[in-house]
């Protein structure tokens, strides 16, 4: 009877211990993964900047007097909106930012100060504070006007890219560049090490994007815009 006790008991010890062990490895691996999504460029070398050399950064938008005008298409959860996206800098640090339809009619009309967003005009659908912050985070990304904390240069020369990453406090803001193009060629923003906003910007004409796709992963939002004028 007592032999008959001890072999079940001995069979749920070794399954314990292997489940265990098992556990134990799967947890080892998952940070292992974490902390390597957390920071991608961790053995690439960097340099610290000052806060100051910001205008270093080459801007997804030239930094430029002229207005530029995107033919634009916004998916917004069931609403899709076309028209034509004008943006132009009245002042340093200071943007005007309209769309209208084709034919003309205002959708909205925004200044972008400092990278805050006074509204001019809005839509009475669009003129929601959700939306219109979710703007604000859009156009600050795009123009480069977001306040940081920090600034690296790292390289990727296997990528052939130079990558400059911007901190505000958990906000993580990367500027990819191609070496070769000097252009912007990707932007992600991400929160707590998980990305909620991604940008491509493909077929420059001189240094002004041709067309910039940008897409949220936290909510149904894309914008794809190409350039007019």
Known sequence: MNIEHRTPNLEIKQIFRISSFIIRYSVFLIIVFLSSCANPHKNLPSTELRVSEIKNIPYALPYTDKAI?????????KNDISGLLIIKRTDENVYRIALTTQFGLKIFDFELNHGELKVKYCVEYLNKKVILNTFETDFNLLLLQNKFDSIQRIQNQKQNQTIWQLKSGKLNYNYIEDVNSQNVVRISFKKRNSEKISVGLYAYRGDIPGEIKLEHHNIKLKMDL????
Not at 226 to 229: D, E
């Open 69 to 77: 005008i995107y033919k634009t298409d916004i998916s917004f959860y």
């Open 226 to 229: 190409k350039l007019i004028q």
